[in-house]
């Protein structure tokens, strides 16, 4: 056991190392080579490579274990793209080397998604060479979530035959402290950006200032009667199509509270909206500000009337809304509510969908009661307002092409807020966590693959395949 930790380190040591941003080109030779060393481990292991590439994004690496005719085929999904990290973000060790601190594991990618894609890819190598593998199995790691590869649609289609399987299991996200989670659903949506413009140039404040439209002002005006600070939408329509709330899912949300507490994590003074947190972030729709960028804001002062001002809008749908209808609605309130004296243009980003799991499938309800033997704690089921390539993996259409069912399970600790200022870091357990974990998922029924690696006194929380 002490030599398999000492790999599984070594090996995710050199994953974690490759600054893979997907945000910024000038880190493109660093995805080339996180793509070819991914795709060394898994030929020197008995998989079949394949490389897609779409026009946009980065390519994305596709392995195959073929271990059996008639057994069932699973798809692992994960990406090896991460946000742009450095120690002056606040930092406290380099974020590309992986780093121990006080039982944690802490590097760029630890969470999202290195750690959680390589504790699957480790174990399946390690099944391998033991022969208890117990199904087929694929792995579509990919390079471009962080930016919601807008390839991602059209290659899954294209590609629909190479990524057949029976199920898709999805291991990206957090789990809320020491409890196991399946979700149920995830929002969708996308981003625009909106432009106003008053004039042909930046004018002088002191000649036409009170006497002449602002392009800011008139910008920030239409916002601020769009999007309510209680996180009320104005634009009519929005609420339409979005499901009722049923007092269950309030409830089974308060509960939620008990666990993870949004106050201390996001490092906010209160939250917002008409029903509780869990509740407004996981099945109720939002748009947000993600972005102003209007006159001067270097060193000093210029005394100017910005003539152009634009706002970048991120919003986020439910399960029964379509991005489309919310972009027409979008359109059609600006155009009923901006002044005839501004010019405005408006650019629409790719689009997601919402997605809804069948919880209460065999297959799942199986998988929920593997994660109960090993966290010793029921399952919550959870809601998540986060989207991205995944979404795209997992809705409808996609599922459908490659007649896959759906799971969502995540096999790592991390704060909601890590990809941004915090460090990226997962919880150290115990080995014979991990080890009871592997002997009751692998032998003592015989349902083959789960995931099962501990990192540093190492074990990795959850299980996979069923």
Known sequence: MKKDITEFTRLFTEYIAFKSISTDAAFTPQMDATVQWLTKMFKDNGFKVSIMKGPKTNPM????????????????????????????????????????????????????????????????????????????LKFMIEGNEETSNPDMTDLVAQHADLLKCDQI?????????????????????????LKFTS???????????????????????????MLLPDGTVTIPGFYDAVDKIKPEQIERNLALLKIDDPITT???????????????VGIWPAVEVSGINAGYTGEGYKNIIPASAFAKINFRLVASQ??????????????EHVPAYIDYEIQVDKLSYPVKVNVTDPEILKIMEWQEKVYGVKVKTVTTGVNGSSVEVSDDA???????????????NSSISSNFDDEDEIEVVKMMHGKKLAAYMIEKLKQRFLLLMNMKSYIVKNMEVV
């Open 61 to 136: 690496v596709v392995a195959e274990y073929h271990v059996a005719d008639g057994l069932k085929t699973k798809l692992i999904y994960g990406h090896y793209d991460v946000q742009p990290a450095a120690k002056e973000d606040g930092w406290k060790t380099d974020p590309f080397e992986l780093t121990e601190v006080n039982g944690k594991l802490i590097g760029r990618g630890v969470v999202d998604n290195k750690g959680q894609n390589f504790i699957h890819i480790y174990t399946a190598i390690k099944l391998i060479k033991e022969k208890r593998l117990g199904c087929n």
């Open 169 to 193: 299991i999805i291991s990206d996200g957090e789990i809320l402290g020491n409890t196991p989670t399946i979700e149920e659903s995830l929002r969708g949506g996308g981003n625009l950006t």
């Open 199 to 225: 004039a042909k140039n930046d004018l002088h404040s002191g000649l036409f200032g009170s006497g002449v439209p602002s392009a800011t002002k008139e910008l920030i005006a239409l916002l601020a009667k």
């Open 266 to 280: 996001a490092g906010v003074e209160a939250t917002i909206g008409k029903y509780d947190f869990h509740t407004m």
């Open 322 to 335: 379509k991005p489309e209808d919310f972009v027409e609605n979008f359109k059609k309130y600006v155009t």
């Open 398 to 412: 996609s599922v459908e092409k490659v007649d896959g069912k759906r799971v969502t399970v995540k096999v790592g």
